[in-house]
Nanobody
Framework: QVQLVESGGGLVQAGGSLRLSCAAS????????IGWFRQAPGKEREFVTA????????YSSDSVKGRFTVSRDNAKNTVYLQMNSLKPEDTAVYYC?????????????????WGQGTQVTVSS
């Protein structure tokens, strides 16, 4: 089992950057693919990006490709989401989640463990 805690959210102007962190407890952190999802008010939760257990493979949605970068440090049990060139439409609560699925799952039901979320607000 793994517990996840997100941090790093906040208010930023359009064009700015933020780095989110997802800190995990447990000795088996490197056994999980970690994904990032987001949910804006009145909208469904959507996939943002994910990184495999070793960090060798990542997969991102088209809406963030080229702007967001996911990375992980298994020695620190932490995954990072670097968000650049932020847009007002990136405003949402961002969640990290852990999956035991092979590959790079992008559906929320493939993730069994979730953090509490961190708010990101991008002003125009």
């Amino acid at each position: 089992q793994v517990q996840l805690v997100e941090s790093g959210g906040g208010l930023v102007q359009a064009g700015g950057s933020l780095r989110l962190s997802c800190a995990a407890s447990g000795r088996t952190f490197s056994s999980y693919t970690i994904g990032w999802f987001r949910q804006a008010p009145g909208k469904e939760r959507e996939f943002v990006t994910a990184i495999t257990r070793s960090g060798g493979t990542t997969y991102s949605s088209d809406s963030v490709k080229g702007r967001f970068t996911v990375s992980r440090d298994n020695a620190k049990n932490t995954v990072y989401l670097q968000m650049n060139s932020l847009k007002p439409e990136d405003t949402a609560v961002y969640y990290c989640a852990a999956s035991t699925k092979v590959g790079v799952p992008y559906r929320s039901y493939e993730y069994g463990y979730w953090g509490q979320g961190t708010q990101v607000t991008v002003s125009s």
